[in-house]
């Protein structure tokens, strides 16, 4: 698709977004391994869709991600690259993405990644972060 056909939307009352900090520690494990483990997760909430914790890319176990050649195109955030997520059962493609230059209504997402649930265990408000 030409990139400059794409549309691109804003947020608003029909299909709202909102980013904030989630205020609980969040840990992200992978058959049971630890992957991500942050106090500044983003919860991030679109429309009727389940709402999806962003976590700093720097909180994210080194190693854990490796880039895929996958990108998907959102009209209201924008170009999200994917990663494989690897674990001690293998590697699980295409598992974590990201937008690295999301559009200004979810910029703050930027430098955050994303897991989908079914493919890891996500904890949000357990003990303290790691130190």
Not at 92 to 97: I, P, R
Not at 105 to 126: M, N, R, S
């Amino acid at each position: 698709m030409d990139r400059t056909a794409r549309p691109v939307l804003t947020p608003g009352p029909d299909h709202p977004i909102t980013v904030e900090p989630t205020g609980a520690r969040v840990v992200v494990r992978a058959g049971g391994q630890v992957v991500a483990d942050t106090a500044a997760a983003l919860t991030l909430r679109e429309a009727d869709y389940p709402a999806v914790q962003y976590i700093p890319r720097a909180d994210v176990a080194e190693g854990a991600l490796r880039p895929t050649d996958t990108l998907t195109y959102c009209p209201y955030k924008g170009d999200a690259s994917y990663f494989a997520l690897a674990g001690p059962g293998g590697e699980v493609a295409d598992a974590v993405w990201s937008y690295e230059k999301p559009y200004d209504a979810v910029d703050v997402i930027a430098g955050h990644v994303a897991f989908y649930p079914q493919h890891v265990e996500i904890e949000i408000g357990t003990a303290e972060p790691r130190p």
